[in-house]
């Protein structure tokens, strides 16, 4: 008698057999968390007839904003330059094209980990010559506690499920076939910024600036998603 290959075995049926069943259910799980970071982005401009006088003044600016923002120590977790730019504004006369003056800026991005210290780094930034403040986004790490606790839901969600499916057919789960993640994690649209704007100028320049007061801001409770499909076997139903 020649032996069996496992090429020989017949393919698993896909919907089980009738003394094993397949049962197909999603788990899905939803969870609201505080926020682990903030993120600020600051623009500092600055503005000239001499280009030179421009990117001086720029470079003047931004000192000033990276200097304000890391004497905040720790409650600083990550600090980044994004764009720079300097470009002309040129103005027509006829057939003759001139520069009137020289646009520049500096883009930064602050993330915060100390809530506390969120609402006076915004105002006094805020109060900064011709920066600009937008935010806070409010953000949970890649690695938080929180994805886990969510898949981990899900997948106690799809086991209880099944296990209910089978019972109400008079049957007892067996075994897990197939556990898929849907990737469903974080599916909601950023947080809208809150824009700080531009500060005005004092009245008095000789004056010292009163500060500014400090922003109260509340922390947006995330929403985190875990989606799972799962497949087991059950015992024969007792139909």
Partial sequence: MAAHTPEDAPAPLPYGTPDTPRLAVRGEARLEVDPEIARVFVTVTARGT????????LTRRNDEALTLIKSYGDA???LETGAFSIHPQL??????ERI???????????????????GELTTRLADL???????PWWALRPDSPAHR??????????????????????????????????GAENALPPTPPVMAGYA???????????????LDL?????????NVNARFTMTRPAL
Avoid: C, M
């Fill in 218 to 226: 509340q922390p947006q409770r995330q929403t985190v998603y875990a």
């Fill in 200 to 214: 005005p100028a004092p009245p008095d320049p000789g004056a010292a600036p009163a500060p500014a007061p400090a």
């Fill in 76 to 78: 600083i977790e990550k």
């Fill in 50 to 57: 001499d280009r030179n006088a421009a990117l001086t003044d």
């Fill in 100 to 118: 009137r003056a020289y646009h520049g800026s500096v883009t930064l991005t602050a993330a915060l980990n100390d809530f506390t210290a969120l």
């Fill in 91 to 96: 103005t027509y006369n006829g057939r003759n």
């Fill in 129 to 135: 010559e011709l920066t600009r403040v937008a935010g």
């Fill in 149 to 182: 606790a969510a898949r981990t839901q899900a997948v106690r969600e799809a086991v209880q499920r099944a296990r209910e499916y089978a019972e109400a057919l008079g049957a007892r789960l067996d075994a897990i076939v197939e556990l898929a993640d849907l």
